[in-house]
């Protein structure tokens, strides 16, 4: 996503798609980051109920800063009903 396509308009898509989360030290209490921890670890067990993002608006440059998404399918839906199931209003 971070590439801009190939002129011909074809995609050369990456081999892993990594995200990176940055936690500044001295900031965050242990409990807040077990909480995180928690809520990442939940997110990694029902991650078959995360679908795709399709561009609905994307600009030739920087794209992925400045293009819009929205997603393929219902899954927020789906990944929202489920959190509420585990987590009841919890947040």
């Not at 807040?32 to 670890?41: M, S, T, W």
């Amino acid at each position: 996503m971070s590439e801009q396509r190939e002129p011909d308009g074809s995609e050369c898509f990456a081999n892993m798609e990594l995200v990176r989360l940055a936690m500044p030290r001295r900031v965050f209490t242990l409990s807040q980051v077990k909480y995180a921890i928690d809520r990442i670890e939940w997110l990694y067990a029902n991650r078959h109920l995360i679908g795709g993002l399709e561009f609905t608006q994307e600009p030739e440059i920087l794209r992925f800063f400045y293009g819009r998404l929205a997603p393929t399918s219902d899954w927020q839906e789906k990944l929202k009903a489920k959190f509420r199931q585990d987590f009841g209003d919890s947040l």
